[in-house]
């Protein structure tokens, strides 16, 4: 025991001193992303990131010790700096928080920085609440779902992406950002990374960090019309890489990949044994050809889905997952832990909601994205036609725009807009929802187009 006693005093000693460099290495991060704020420069450096993970590895070969565990050990580092470095970063919700403190104050404000529609959800849910209060769904219940709704899900799923999906295959969520949220925090590990190809809404990478999961960026540009080179998320793929999560159509920039391209990820997913993540709750809003992660029939393959989009039940709170049955088994022990079950009256609305034609929310988007590309382009902002979702994203050009600045300085303008900041390193961007009435959205534009002008 004294020679245990010993080896343990030292192995104390070591952590005692590991503690306190973890402490000044975080205070250096902090200075670091302060500098960041200062000069204009996004929080993560891949590159430099890369670096230091190569040298780790070749430092791991000369120690003979287990890459992985240092790799991991890695990125629990590289985490912690991201989030002393993102205290107080502007998203799109920022500008919306103080969109609706000003609006308390009475000042009226145009809403073009959430993907929000402004039209009703089907009249059908209105009657629906009422008959879920009749017909007695007010109880706790299953956490993966009322059954009948699961069915329903599956056959619409069926029906809508071609696939055989049966109700084990579903998990109803509070949203389709809890089913990513469950889903990471379920199926990855501390230390274990997840691809995530930008811009990019910002959940994917806050439930990642979260989770103390890694988040490797693949970033795309305006230039190459937003499409990730295979080779790049060849690159960046080592046994770490647990997950790749696609959004198609995207969000901010409405881009549908080419087929031939997304043909290409999955088999290296495949090839990889990586979970494959797919958001597409945009699925409705595609004005091209789309295709569905559901159409590869690989069985590491989540998809979530929304009623928030398309039928515009935001306030619902009501999305679900799409999986094979042993990771809806694994998730919905995870949901129930967290919440139990989904409202039951809701999930009843949202039953009956699958009733209702909503084509007509589609064309609606549509004609209201002519509008904000035709005063776009009038305005000379970059910015490629989207391929569907609800948004367009726009590069301005002006000497040292800063996004950010920007949109917080529109909200006195009485017009709130997304600063591509949130999205990654887009710092010259904003994205622009198409979710108010043709003639809202051209008094936002007048706005836009007006302080543009004026900051010339």
């Known amino acids: ?169 579903i998990m109803v969520t509070p949203g389709a950002r809890f089913g990513i949220f469950t889903a990471i925090n379920t199926l990855l590990n501390p230390g274990d990374e997840l691809i995530v190809i930008e811009p990019a809404w910002p959940a994917y990478k806050d439930c990642a960090l979260h989770a103390g999961v890694k988040v490797r960026t693949i970033n795309t540009t305006f230039e190459d019309k937003w499409e990730p080179s295979i080779q790049q998320i060849e690159q960046t793929i080592n046994p770490n890489t647990k997950m790749i999560a696609l959004n198609y159509p995207n969000n901010p920039t409405g881009k549908i990949l080419p087929e031939k391209l997304q043909d290409e990820i999955v088999n290296l997913a495949i090839k990889n044994n990586l979970f494959i993540l797919s958001d597409e709750i945009y699925s409705q809003y595609s004005f091209v050809n789309w295709k569905s992660i559901l159409d590869y029939n690989y069985d590491k393959t989540i998809v979530t889905q929304s009623f928030s989009k398309s039928h515009a039940m935001t306030g619902f709170r009501i999305g679900y997952v799409i999986a094979n049955p042993q990771i809806i088994d694994k998730m919905s022990k995870f949901e129930a832990l967290c919440l139990t079950n989904v409202s039951e009256p809701i999930q009843y609305a949202a039953m009956k909601a699958l009733e209702a034609d909503t084509l007509d929310n589609t064309n609606t988007i549509q004609r209201r994205l002519e509008v904000l590309i035709k005063k776009a382009n009038e305005m000379n902002l970059d910015f490629i036609v989207p391929d569907g979702a609800m948004y367009l994203f726009a590069r301005v050009n002006q000497e040292g725009f800063d996004g950010v600045k920007f949109a917080t300085a529109l909200l006195d303008q009485g017009l709130a807009v997304a600063p591509g900041e949130g999205f990654g390193d887009y710092k010259k961007f904003i994205r622009l929802s198409a979710c108010q009435e043709e003639r809202v959205l051209s008094d936002g534009m007048n706005i836009l187009s007006g302080f543009l002008r004026d900051k010339q």
């Not at 500098?35 to 891949?46: H, L, Q, V, W």
């Not at 985490?79 to 002393?84: L, P, Q």
């Not at 993966?144 to 599956?154: D, N, W």
């Open 1 to 169: 025991m004294a020679e245990i006693n010993e080896l343990r005093s030292k192995m104390d000693e070591i952590t005692i001193d590991m503690i306190k460099m973890l402490k000044a290495r975080t205070d250096i991060a902090k200075e670091i992303g302060e500098i960041k704020k200062n000069i204009g420069k996004g929080i993560t450096d891949e590159s430099r990131e890369d670096n230091l993970r190569t040298k780790i590895i070749s430092l791991c070969n000369e120690l003979d010790f287990d890459e992985t565990i240092a790799t991991k050990f890695l990125n629990f580092l590289l985490n912690e700096s991201i989030k002393v470095q993102s205290n107080n970063k502007q998203t799109h919700l920022s500008i919306f928080l103080k969109a609706k403190s000003m609006e308390q104050e009475g000042k009226k404000i145009i809403h073009m920085e959430v993907g929000e529609p402004d039209f009703l959800p089907p009249t059908i849910t209105k009657q629906a609440l009422g008959e879920a209060y009749d017909k007695g769904f007010l109880k706790y219940g299953q956490a993966k779902g009322i059954p009948q709704f699961r069915e329903a899900l599956s056959q619409h799923v069926s029906k809508i992406f071609k696939a055989k999906v049966t109700q084990d295959n």
